[in-house]
């Protein structure tokens, strides 16, 4: 096998190095090596390349950072405006050193989790995605535990893309750059505005080409962009322009400062919502938190806090979504009237002709924003656009309209219809490739934290999606003090210890299954938690004995149909395994799809055994 690999690389390497005529030293770079415990931020020069790599969306989620932290260091005005093959940037990287191991001592690279795609390997994400701004050698150290030649799709590995940081103050910024063939120490210095001696004291005096070096500054260079046709405008103007303008522009104050670059952007990006609400608007400099704009609705005394990071994710979205205008939603939903009302803060409403499910919310929208603007997947209800009122400070997150409503409604409320098992089991099989979708697809990974059975919706055809990423988390195994979720479905040792992790969706996914699999609901009128009694119920050795008690504690409803009880069993193990007291011993959501697959295929297949009888059929 890894003969095999470094045939296949001597083959690649072959044939460019013959082009080159020289040899990259880079090669055989396994990183730089660094001491102490530094952190900094810095900026990766990064040249847009063709297919993947021509809008800084892409190159935002390669780099795990937002369009607008791109396109402000870079001199670019419209973040979402395509850009052209070799179009500079300047990315930002978080830059520290990383105990590795004993041959190697500490790295200084940034870490960035990447997710396998197929045909990646490690050479081709490195030389032609991250464009030689890491190694596949130094990947390789970096990642002992994966084997390059043995990689699966969907698997995260660290790419450590090369930085340092400055050990004076003669310069503020070491930015990483790949020499190209016609570079030399001259053009370098003058591209960057610094000195050749400086590059030279840092890197040695002879360069190689696509060589990774560290090229001294005290400012970043101002880029300049190939001037390219304008981008399609952002958001459709979806205004109605019938209504009175009822508010003026009172000011637009901006301290300049630090974040003034990020400021104005943000300014800008809010005289645009302005303009387009009709809204009075202040932003002011806080003296004492420079990091956060306060808002200020009109009569309202009303002062809301924002994280200017935040803000810049909202921006972001402009142009991927809808935005719709206040009045267009009140008239949607009937002035928010009642009767449009879906559950909780969620209406109904009709615009042009199209449904959409409107949840009204105070400004805490902006983290289920940040986490539903990075997911797409046909399990999880997709967000079709938003709108915000800074005069009642509120914003509507604007998302599709999944018409069956949730499957609580469909297991415990009263309906003509029942849900029979092989439904349930698509249900179940789709919260599942839901769940995997943002435990291992994502980066960072999202914790939905809030799944139960009335978060999940069902569409037209059955087919479930997960809802209402109000509570979501993105980042792992972080502690909180602050619990949140439903009674019934809260992972023990989150409520004990406050500990966020993917197993804490498996535990509340377990429950979901109890509930299909028995009808009853996750807490009763007395308060008993169905986990809980399902776990002593089904404590027996004695698979006669458990069968006995499924039959007793199954839904009324599927008892009369016919099917293998071996998918039952399946299920309910699976269940059980999910409410593991050790989140560490639950299934990961991988083994969860696989079995659950597995007790479809066995549901429908004629078999003899279960209840000690062929089932009964009644209807
Ligand atoms: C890289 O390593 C290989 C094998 O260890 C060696 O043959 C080759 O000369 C090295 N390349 C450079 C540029 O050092
Ligand atoms: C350090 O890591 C490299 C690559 O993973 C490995 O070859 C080497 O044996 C390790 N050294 C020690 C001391 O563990
Ligand atoms: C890199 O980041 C991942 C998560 O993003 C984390 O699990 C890992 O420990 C980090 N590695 C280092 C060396 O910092
Ligand atoms: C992977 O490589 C194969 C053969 O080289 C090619 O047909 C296929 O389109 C590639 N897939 C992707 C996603 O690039
Ligand atoms: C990265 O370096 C290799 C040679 O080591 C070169 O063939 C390749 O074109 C470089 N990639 C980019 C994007 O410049
Ligand atoms: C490749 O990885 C899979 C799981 O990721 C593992 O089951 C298999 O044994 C590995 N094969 C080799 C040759 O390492
Ligand atoms: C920093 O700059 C001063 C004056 O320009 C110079 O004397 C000193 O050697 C520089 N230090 C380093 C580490 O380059
Ligand atoms: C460096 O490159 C520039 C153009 O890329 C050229 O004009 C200049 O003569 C070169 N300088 C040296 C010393 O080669
Ligand atoms: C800073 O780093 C450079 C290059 O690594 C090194 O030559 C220099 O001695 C260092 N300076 C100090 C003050 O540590
Ligand atoms: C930004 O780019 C434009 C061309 O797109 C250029 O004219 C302008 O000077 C650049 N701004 C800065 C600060 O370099």
Not at 80 to 104: E, F, G, I, K, R
Not at 449 to 463: F, G, P, Q, T
Request: proline letters at 4%; glycine letters at 6%.
């Amino acid at each position: 096998m890894r003969v095999l690999w470094v045939l296949l690389l001597l083959g690649l390497l072959g044939s460019c190095c013959k082009c080159n005529g020289q040899t990259a030293r880079q090669e055989n770079n396994t990183g730089f090596t660094c001491t102490g415990t530094r952190t900094c931020s810095t900026y990766a020069f990064y040249r847009a390349s063709s297919p993947d790599f021509l809008e800084l969306a892409s190159i935002g989620d390669l780099f795990e950072v937002s369009r607008l932290m791109i396109s402000s260091p870079s001199n670019i005005s419209n973040p979402s405006a395509p850009l052209v093959p070799d179009q500079p940037l300047l990315v930002p990287l978080t830059c520290s050193c990383n105990p590795v191991n004993a041959t190697y001592g500490s790295l200084s690279y940034a870490n960035i989790s990447y997710t396998i795609k197929p045909n990646d390997t490690f050479f081709i994400v490195s030389t032609f995605k991250f464009n030689n701004l890491t190694t596949y050698p130094s990947v390789e150290v970096v990642n002992p535990t994966l084997v390059a030649t043995n990689l699966s799709i969907g698997q995260t590995v660290i790419f450590p893309v090369f930085c340092k940081c400055p050990n004076t103050s003669n310069y503020t910024y070491l930015i990483s750059y790949v020499v190209q063939p016609s570079d030399n120490i001259s053009s370098i210095a003058s591209f960057f505005g610094t000195d050749q001696q400086s590059i030279i004291n840092q890197n040695g005096n002879t360069l190689h080409d696509y060589d990774t070096i560290f090229v001294p500054v005290r400012r970043l260079p101002a880029l300049s962009q190939p001037a390219i046709a304008p981008a399609p405008a952002p958001a459709p103007a979806t205004v109605s322009s019938g209504k009175d303008r009822t508010g003026t522009v009172i000011g637009l104050g901006i301290g300049l400062g630090v974040v003034g670059l990020l400021l104005i952007l943000v300014g800008a990006v809010w005289v645009y919502r302005e303009v387009l609400m009709k809204d009075k608007l202040r932003v002011v400099r806080d003296e004492e938190e420079q990091r956060k704009v306060y808002l200020g609705g009109k009569g309202k005394g009303k002062e809301e806090k924002m994280d200017v990071k935040l803000m810049a994710n909202v921006s972001d979205c402009l142009d991927k979504y809808r935005v719709f205008g206040i009045e267009e939603l009140v008239e949607a939903t009937d002035g928010f009237h009642q009767s449009c009302l879906i559950q909780g803060s969620v209406y109904r409403g009709e615009i042009d002709g199209e449904v959409f499910a409107i949840k009204k919310m105070k400004w805490n929208a902006y983290e289920e924003l940040k986490i539903l603007q990075k997911v797409n997947h046909g399990n999880l209800v997709k967000l079709e656009g938003f709108c915000i009122d800074p005069e009642e400070a509120n914003c509507y997150l604007v998302y599709e309209y999944v018409e069956n409503g949730s499957l609580y409604s469909w297991l415990h409320e009263d309906k003509n219809e029942k849900l029979n098992w092989k439904k349930r089991l698509r249900v179940a099989i789709d919260i599942a490739n839901g769940l995997q979708y943002i435990h291992e697809h994502t980066r960072p990974r999202v914790v939905h934290k809030d799944i139960k059975s009335s978060n999940i919706l069902l569409d037209s055809n059955m087919r479930a999606k997960i809802a209402n990423f109000g509570l979501a988390k993105s980042g792992m195994n972080a502690i909180t003090m602050h619990i949140v979720g439903t009674q019934g479905y809260i992972a023990p040792e989150y409520l004990a210890d406050g500990v966020v992790s993917t197993k804490m969706d498996i535990f509340s996914f377990g429950v979901v299954l109890l509930e299909l699999i028995s009808g009853k609901e996750a807490i009763d009128e007395e308060g008993n938690l169905l986990w809980a009694s399902a776990i002593k119920t089904f404590d027996v050795d004695n698979e006669r004995e458990k069968s006995r008690r499924l039959k007793e504690w199954l839904d009324k409803d599927i008892l009369r149909e016919t099917f293998s009880i071996d998918s039952l069993i399946g299920v309910l193990t699976v269940a059980i395994a999910c409410l593991h007291k050790d989140p560490s011993k639950r299934p990961s959501i991988m083994d969860i799809v696989y079995a659950l697959s597995k007790s479809e295929d066995m549901a429908f297949e004629i078999s003899d055994d279960g209840f000690g009888s062929p089932r009964v059929v009644a209807r």
